[in-house]
Nanobody, 123 residues
Framework: VQLQASGGGLVQAGGSLRLSCQAS????????VAWFRQGPGKEREFVAG????????YYADSVKGRFTISRDNAKNTVYLQMNSLKPEDTAVYHC?????????????????WGKGTQVTVSS
């Protein structure tokens, strides 16, 4: 499956952005999808994940209550709604897919990756 992330940009602290992960190539509904991010000088980290059907969602503690992951299988798209953004959310955000029913939280478990989209939050 091919993945393409979009929707990043520059936003002030407290603002919002919505990222999209558009998939193509295989049956998208067979894949759990996760968002990861890598900030400057940091390791890549898990942000949020969603199961095939959308019924199971996981979030990193650092984004709980601020970010919401969702998916529309008819549109082959996963979204990440990011509210109350903080400067520490600045990173390149990648979406990744895993041929499993529930989302994984380790980058090593993911089967497919898309190019990232830059999110910059100014203070």
């Amino acid at each position: 499956v091919q993945l393409q992330a979009s929707g990043g940009g520059l936003v002030q602290a407290g603002g919002s952005l919505r990222l999209s992960c558009q998939a193509s190539g295989r049956t998208f509904s067979n894949y759990a999808v996760a968002w990861f991010r890598q900030g400057p000088g940091k390791e890549r980290e898990f942000v949020a994940g969603i199961s095939r059907s959308g019924g199971i969602k996981y979030y990193a503690d650092s984004v709980k209550g601020r970010f919401t992951i969702s998916r529309d299988n008819a549109k082959n798209t996963v979204y990440l709604q990011m509210n109350s953004l903080k400067p520490e959310d600045t990173a390149v955000y990648h979406c990744a897919a895993d041929y499993s029913s529930v989302p994984r939280q380790s980058e090593h478990d993911m089967d497919y990756w898309g190019k990232g989209t830059q999110v910059t939050v100014s203070s």
